[in-house]
Nanobody, 124 residues
């Protein structure tokens, strides 16, 4: 599956952004999709994931602020980001896999398809 992320931008602290991860391929509904982010000088960080059965998992840093959803008919996964903080500033990338096990959703090495990143900048 091929992925394309979009929706990044510049927003003030407390604001909102919605990221989209559009996938090609008719078998999208069998994939787990995750969002990861990487800030300058920092390691890649797990943000959220949604499994084929709509199970959702979030990192503690975004729980309660971010919501991940999917629309299999549109082969798109969304990341709604509310109450954004300056520390959310990063390049956000989406990734997909058919074989990520539940205990490894936050492990970027488990994902084999990646989209290009989209920059999210939150000003204070």
């Amino acid at each position: 599956v091929q992925l394309q992320a979009s929706g990044g931008g510049l927003v003030q602290a407390g604001g909102s952004l919605s990221l989209h991860c559009a996938a090609s391929g008719r078998t999208f509904n069998g994939y787990t999709v995750g969002w990861f982010r990487q800030a300058p000088g920092k390691e890649r960080e797990f943000v959220a994931a949604i499994r084929y059965n709509d199970y959702k998992y979030y990192s503690d840093s975004v729980k309660g602020r971010f919501t991940i959803t999917r629309d299999n008919a549109k082969t798109t996964v969304y990341l709604q980001m509310n109450s954004l903080k300056p520390e959310d500033t990063a390049v956000y990338s989406c990734a997909a896999s058919r074989s990520v096990i539940l205990s490894s959703l936050q492990n970027f090495r488990q994902y084999d398809s990646w989209g290009q990143g989209t920059q999210v900048t939150v000003s204070s």
